[in-house]
């Protein structure tokens, strides 16, 4: 649809930025913080998350980047096992302290501090004893919450209860270190990560009573690779299995029929005790957290032992699954030089797609453009590429404003160069540079971009100029 007139993006829009805590604090030993699942990343050639982006120990000058580029909000994840060493035992008072000065200090600014509870980083101790597969994690992660609210609910606002649960059921290997799970036992991890989360939004409701709670899952909308009636049917069910099921869950508080179908199919039904699901439909979100880097493509299935392409793949990587669907190619879409599809008018696809399904208030919680930046000889770097990618992005957001949807902030991935979990620092993603290598960690000087400067007034005049 064509508008005569765009909508203008909303006075109080949440122009963000956004980070993780295992991929950019480091001090991974320090202060009483216990170790997590990714503790345990030691690749040979690239960065581990040790000491990352150092950003525990330069969150002050960090804070005050963010005010001078202009931030509205900042969404970031809270280390659990920096909270609670060990998951469910005695609360670090250490690591209360950092982000009470941390939200504070965002506070002082006017940056919104945008939470996100889980981001990947399960402490260790609780892997050890069954993880997300052991109901007691559910009970762990509730009493994380309570900690959470009670020290922080006064200033914090905006709370994201589990990043990218759909990518840790569809792509598990690294956060299930030493063996990866089954079908069955990942689906029993999915349900019990909707539990917690349920428990947490109800415990918010309860203890917060001006913030607003919600999931952040990786979302996109996918495209049949033809116009063949069965390539139809095989993104309907990859884009139900892999996204609605998920927000169905944090709108509706239930499973729907076709994800529920896809679970018997696969013998993968979780064990569902008396009292879940009055307490999933309890729980229920206040808006969606949205994580999009791009559409997928999908082609019916074969059903004759080729569907799936044995590939390793992070998250943006479709697979394929036997009798379901295939992974297809898209001619008219462009890719980075990491190989992840650029999609800016998918954007807008997969955000009426949701406004249409859910009617919710949207934050857009990460989307950005990894890429192997280089630090010049003046000491600039010039990312006109990570520009042009926001700016599109940017213009297809309020077209889909334009079109209705009640999308309230964009939290680009992400404010400052941090981990790639893949890709170490060959692949970075920030609008402040951070002047490290995979092994050598230099000064650690930040560096603003040019991207920083561009979005710093893309904020000043609130989107109306790009």
């Known amino acids: 649809m064509y508008h005569k007139k765009l909508k203008e993006f909303p006075k109080d829009f949440l122009w963000g930025a956004a980070t993780s805590a295992y991929q950019v604090e480091g ?11 990714q503790d345990l990343h030691e690749p040979e050639d690239i960065a581990d998350f040790k000491i990352a982006s150092d950003h525990y120990h330069h969150w002050k000058e960090d804070v005050a980047l963010m005010a001078e580029m202009g931030l509205k909000a900042y969404r970031f994840s809270i280390s659990w096992a920096r909270i609670i060493p060990d998951g469910d035992g005695e609360v670090n008072q250490k690591g209360i302290e950092f982000y009470d000065h941390l939200i504070d200090e965002l506070v002082a600014h006017h940056i919104e501090p945008i939470v ?34 009670e020290n922080y609910g006064d200033r914090v606002k905006y709370w994201l209860t589990v990043n990218e649960q759909n990518c840790m059921i569809n792509h598990p290997n690294a956060m299930n270190p030493g063996k990866t799970p089954t079908k069955k036992e990942l689906y029993q991890q999915s349900h019990h990560m909707f539990l917690a989360s349920a428990k947490a939004t109800i415990l918010c409701h309860k203890m917060c009573k001006d913030a607003k709670i919600g999931p952040a899952p990786n979302i996109t909308a996918i495209y049949p690779e033809t116009c063949k009636p ?17 927000l169905d869950m944090a709108v509706y508080g239930y499973y729907n029929s076709l994800a529920w179908s896809y679970m018997e199919e696969k013998d993968c039904v979780p064990e569902i005790e008396d009292g879940d699901m009055e307490i999933l439909k309890e729980g229920t979100a206040d808006f969606l957290g ?17 569907d799936c392409q044995p590939r390793n793949g992070d998250q943006q990587v479709m697979l394929g699954e036997e009798g379901v669907y295939r992974s297809g190619n898209n001619p008219y879409l462009e890719q980075t030089e990491f190989g992840w599809i650029i999609d800016s008018v998918g954007l807008r696809v997969t955000l009426r797609r949701i406004d249409s399904r859910y009617h919710m208030p949207l934050l857009i ?27 599109r992005h940017f213009k297809q957001a309020q077209l889909a404003l334009s079109d209705g949807v009640n999308l309230i902030g964009y939290c680009p991935w992400a404010f400052i160069d941090l981990v790639s979990t893949h890709q170490g620092y060959g692949k970075r993603y920030g609008f402040v540079y951070v002047d490290r ?12 971009k040019d991207s920083f400067y561009w979005y710093q007034n893309v904020i000043r005049t609130n989107g109306s100029e790009m």
Not at 235 to 245: L, Y
Not at 366 to 391: P, Q
């Open 365 to 391: 919680t990460e989307n950005g453009l990894g890429a192997k930046d280089v630090l010049t000889e003046d000491g600039k770097v010039h990312d006109d590429y990570r520009i042009d990618y926001l700016e």
């Open 27 to 37: 001090a991974w030993k320090e202060d009483g913080k216990g170790m997590s699942v």
């Open 290 to 306: 949205v994580n999009y880097y791009a559409t997928a493509t999908v082609s019916a299935s074969k059903n004759d032992g080729t």
């Open 437 to 448: 290598d995979e092994k050598n960690l230099k000064d650690m000087a930040r560096i603003k």
């Open 116 to 149: 996100t509870m889980y981001h990947f980083d399960l402490p260790l101790e609780l892997h050890k004893k069954g993880g997300w597969c052991n109901r007691a994690t559910v009970d762990a992660f509730e009493k994380y919450a309570k900690v959470l609210f």
């Open 230 to 246: 069965l390539d139809a049917i095989a993104a309907d069910n990859w884009e139900t299995i892999r996204c609605w099921m998920y």
